[in-house]
């Protein structure tokens, strides 16, 4: 079973940056694509971004240009980097897998923009 660890987040400012990481317990971890997804109060969770194995990238229309998804296979981990925050992208953020979001969801971190 893949256990997922994420952290990275915060409370910034609007126009603000921050990068989440995404640590996996297993290196079958390293043949999935990967995705960031988020929860803001009140709505459903979202995909915002995934990478394949091979590092091929997708985001969400909200997050384009905005937010980069990368990875490094050797060290299990899937980091995102989120430049230009907005207030609307306060939520809690998780990894998973895509598609279908096969694993046990970790306990997520939460990102505030707020000034």
């Known amino acids: 079973q893949v256990q997922l660890v994420e952290s990275g987040g915060g409370l910034v400012q609007p126009g603000g940056s921050l990068r989440l990481s995404c640590a996996a317990s297993?290196?079958?971890?390293?043949?999935?694509?990967v995705g960031w997804y988020r929860q803001a109060p009140g709505k459903q969770r979202e995909l915002v971004a995934s990478?394949?194995?091979?590092?091929?990238?997708n985001y969400a229309d909200s997050v384009k240009g905005r937010f980069t998804i990368s990875r490094d296979n050797t060290k299990k981990t899937v980091w995102l980097q989120m430049n230009s925050l907005l207030p609307e992208d306060t939520a809690v953020y998780y990894c998973?897998?895509?598609?279908?979001?096969?694993?046990?969801w970790g306990q997520g971190t939460q990102v505030t923009v707020s000034s």
């Open positions: 998973n897998s895509v598609p279908g979001a096969v694993w046990s």
């Open positions: 990478i394949t194995s091979g590092k091929s990238t």
């Open positions: 297993v290196r079958i971890f390293s043949i999935h694509t």
